[in-house]
């Protein structure tokens, strides 16, 4: 007999199809009255025809909002964000700055990285403290780091490039990732716990777990992804498991030195370690909530840390190598010559102050962000306010919509970057050379500030909180490399790929280097 003949499968079959057909067809919208990114005169579904259209060039997609409907807003439909209503350029600042019970960024991430699913306590990212810390401490602390940054530097580059004097060729994105992870666990775990591999290992699995499995479990229907998730973020969890067993032992040695501590005179000594960890430690101490210093949630909080920190710099520094490598000949030899100045300025010695002087290298660095920012669409949020939110541009946008600005159109805007499709290292050195008006105005070209016309840190309330430790360790991995090691110039840069809005950098691509001495 045909299955479908039998009334227990018939019947809910039929109620589930009438629901698809319902939500994709026949569901009233409450979608805004605007122009349709990809839309075709005759198209019989014109938000599902565009989805499809777009998705498949979203370059595409943007740059015919943006030079048609410039200065209004438009709906900008995509497979992995639903319809997204794309405001104007005059309401980046206006959406940057309102407050989060009417626009939320969380919610936007939720969505993004469908963490309810992905990650293993998801009530870890709705009440993140971790970002506290980040926003505080670890923005105040950089300057006290950067010498533990420059040692972890030394032993990353070196195990991971090498110190061969022969022409060597390496795969830029994994060495780059390798490094990246293994500098920034100094600062999350400390020394020597940032140098187990299998740690290093975990943290980088784990960064690249998060994306996969959001975009698999984005798939699915609501319902459905309760039951399909335990299954596809299998491998999240277990690589989570063995990173917090690989933590355990220092955590529980590390709870048990702050209550000894607390218990005897001791009690006002902090503790010497000056780390994410120890931090996190003292954090929920402080907070009084035993969950907080569970096992579990200060490992995983790391690891959180780990995904947030290690794809975001790893694409950074495979960008601006690339960049620089394909640029004029000239480049690296002058960027060179900064670095070898300010050093010698310093005693040898690398400070904060001495990274801030850097102003070439950080131009080099910023101009490879605004061509290849991750950010192709910028200021993500959620309408939550009941009644919804009107914009300047008089656009009202309803609850449970979501809102964009421009963010690629204007990094390519040929009024606002003159030659935006040239790589121009010094483009923002230039720039903050023009500005006659101090320190305040030049710092707007630096690398870690985020504006209306540069959105690769996002923008207001919510830019990245990291930024500014980000900056700082980017640069200096650039500047060790380009001190170390000569880099065979690029005929071509190797090109991006684009992941729906998501632009990757080539992740094959390859460089020749080798070690070069210095006196």
Same mark, same amino acid.
């Given at each position: 007999m045909?299955? +479908?003949?039998?009334? $227990?499968?018939?019947?809910?079959?039929?109620?589930?199809?009438?629901?698809?057909?319902?939500q994709?067809?026949?569901?009233?919208?409450?979608?805004?009255?605007?122009?349709?990114?990809? *839309?075709?005169?005759?198209?019989?579904?014109p938000?599902?025809?565009?989805?499809?259209?777009?998705?498949?060039?979203?370059? =595409?997609a943007?740059?015919s909002?943006?030079?048609?409907?410039?200065?209004q807003?438009?709906?900008?439909?995509?497979?992995?964000?639903? %319809?997204?209503?794309?405001?104007?350029?005059?309401?980046?600042?206006?959406?940057?700055?309102? !407050?989060?019970?009417?626009?939320?960024?969380?919610?936007? *991430?939720?969505?993004?990285?469908?963490?309810?699913?992905?990650?293993?306590?998801?009530?870890?990212?709705?009440?993140?403290i971790?970002?506290?810390?980040?926003?505080?401490?670890?923005?105040?602390?950089?300057? %006290?780091?950067?010498?533990?940054? =420059?040692?972890?530097?030394?032993?990353?580059?070196?195990?991971?490039?090498?110190?061969?004097?022969?022409?060597?060729?390496?795969?830029?994105?994994?060495?780059?990732?390798?490094?990246?992870?293994?500098?920034?666990?100094?600062?999350?775990? &400390?020394?020597?716990?940032?140098?187990?591999?299998?740690?290093?290992?975990?943290?980088?699995?784990?960064?690249?777990?998060?994306?996969?499995?959001a975009?698999?479990?984005?798939?699915?229907?609501?319902?459905l992804?309760p039951?399909?998730?335990?299954?596809?973020?299998?491998?999240?969890?277990?690589?989570?498991?063995?990173?917090?067993?690989?933590?355990?032992?220092?955590?529980?040695?590390?709870?048990?030195?702050?209550?000894?501590?607390?218990?005897?005179?001791?009690?006002g000594?902090?503790?010497?370690?000056?780390?994410?960890?120890?931090?996190?430690?003292?954090q929920?101490?402080?907070?009084?909530?035993?969950?907080?210093?569970?096992?579990? $949630?200060?490992?995983?909080?790391?690891l959180?840390?780990?995904f =947030?920190?290690?794809?975001?710099?790893?694409f950074?520094?495979?960008?601006?190598?690339?960049?620089?490598?394909?640029?004029?000949?000239?480049?690296?030899?002058?960027?060179?010559?900064?670095?070898?100045?300010?050093?010698?300025?310093?005693?040898?010695?690398?400070?904060?102050?001495?990274?801030?002087?850097?102003?070439?290298?950080?131009? =080099?660095?910023?101009?490879?962000?605004?061509?290849?920012?991750? /950010?192709?669409? &910028?200021? &993500?949020?959620?309408?939550? $306010?009941?009644?919804?939110?009107?914009?300047?541009?008089?656009?009202? /946008?309803?609850?449970?919509?979501?809102?964009?600005v421009?963010?690629?159109?204007?990094?390519?805007?040929?009024?606002?970057? !003159?030659?935006?499709?040239?790589?121009?290292?010094?483009?923002?050195?230039?720039?903050?050379?023009?500005?006659?008006?101090?320190?305040?105005?030049? +710092?707007? %070209?630096?690398?870690?500030? $985020?504006?209306?016309?540069?959105? +690769?840190?996002?923008?207001?309330?919510?830019?990245?909180?990291?930024?500014?430790?980000?900056?700082?360790e980017?640069?200096?991995?650039?500047?060790?490399?380009?001190l170390?090691?000569?880099?065979?110039?690029?005929?071509?840069?190797?090109?991006?790929?684009?992941?729906?809005?998501?632009?990757?950098?080539?992740?094959?691509?390859?460089?020749?280097?080798?070690? /070069?001495?210095? /006196?």
């Amino acid at each position: 007999m045909d299955l +479908a003949s039998r009334p $227990a499968i018939a019947a809910p079959l039929i109620i589930f199809l009438s629901y698809v057909i319902y939500q994709l067809f026949l569901k009233p919208s409450t979608l805004p009255d605007l122009p349709i990114v990809g *839309a075709r005169e005759g198209d019989w579904f014109p938000l599902l025809q565009a989805r499809i259209r777009n998705s498949r060039d979203v370059k =595409a997609a943007l740059n015919s909002s943006y030079v048609q409907y410039k200065d209004q807003a438009t709906i900008l439909p995509l497979l992995d964000a639903g %319809n997204v209503i794309l405001l104007p350029k005059s309401d980046t600042k206006f959406a940057s700055e309102q !407050p989060t019970d009417e626009l939320s960024m969380h919610e936007a *991430a939720q969505q993004d990285l469908q963490t309810d699913f992905t990650t293993i306590t998801p009530a870890l990212t709705h009440d993140p403290i971790h970002i506290d810390l980040v926003l505080t401490k670890l923005t105040k602390e950089v300057g %006290n780091l950067i010498p533990d940054l =420059a040692e972890e530097l030394e032993h990353c580059i070196s195990k991971y490039w090498g110190t061969s004097k022969e022409w060597t060729e390496i795969p830029v994105f994994e060495k780059a990732q390798e490094i990246t992870s293994g500098v920034t666990n100094r600062v999350f775990v &400390g020394y020597p716990l940032c140098r187990n591999e299998e740690m290093l290992k975990l943290g980088i699995a784990f960064a690249q777990d998060i994306p996969v499995s959001a975009m698999l479990v984005k798939l699915f229907h609501r319902f459905l992804k309760p039951i399909v998730a335990p299954i596809i973020t299998l491998p999240n969890r277990i690589h989570n498991s063995k990173f917090e067993k690989i933590l355990k032992p220092e955590i529980k040695a590390r709870l048990a030195e702050y209550d000894g501590r607390a218990s005897t005179e001791e009690k006002g000594i902090k503790s010497d370690r000056n780390d994410f960890l120890q931090w996190s430690i003292e954090q929920a101490k402080n907070i009084g909530d035993p969950k907080n210093w569970k096992i579990n $949630a200060l490992s995983e909080r790391i690891l959180i840390l780990n995904f =947030a920190s290690i794809h975001t710099t790893t694409f950074a520094v495979t960008h601006a190598l690339l960049d620089i490598a394909a640029a004029s000949p000239e480049l690296i030899p002058e960027l060179r010559e900064e670095i070898e100045s300010v050093l010698e300025q310093h005693g040898g010695q690398w400070s904060k102050r001495a990274v801030a002087q850097m102003e070439k290298l950080d131009s =080099a660095i910023r101009e490879s962000q605004r061509k290849n920012s991750l /950010v192709t669409v &910028g200021v &993500g949020r959620y309408v939550v $306010a009941d009644e919804g939110v009107t914009f300047p541009s008089g656009v009202h /946008v309803p609850k449970g919509y979501r809102i964009a600005v421009p963010g690629y159109s204007v990094f390519q805007d040929p009024e606002i970057y !003159p030659e935006p499709k040239t790589y121009k290292p010094m483009r923002f050195y230039n720039a903050r050379q023009d500005e006659k008006d101090g320190y305040v105005k030049s +710092a707007r %070209n630096a690398l870690p500030t $985020a504006t209306k016309d540069f959105l +690769a840190w996002g923008l207001g309330r919510n830019a990245c909180p990291g930024r500014f430790f980000a900056s700082n360790e980017i640069k200096m991995m650039l500047a060790y490399m380009l001190l170390h090691y000569d880099i065979e110039h690029l005929d071509e840069r190797p090109r991006n790929t684009w992941i729906v809005q998501n632009r990757i950098p080539p992740t094959k691509a390859t460089l020749r280097i080798k070690r /070069v001495s210095r /006196v």
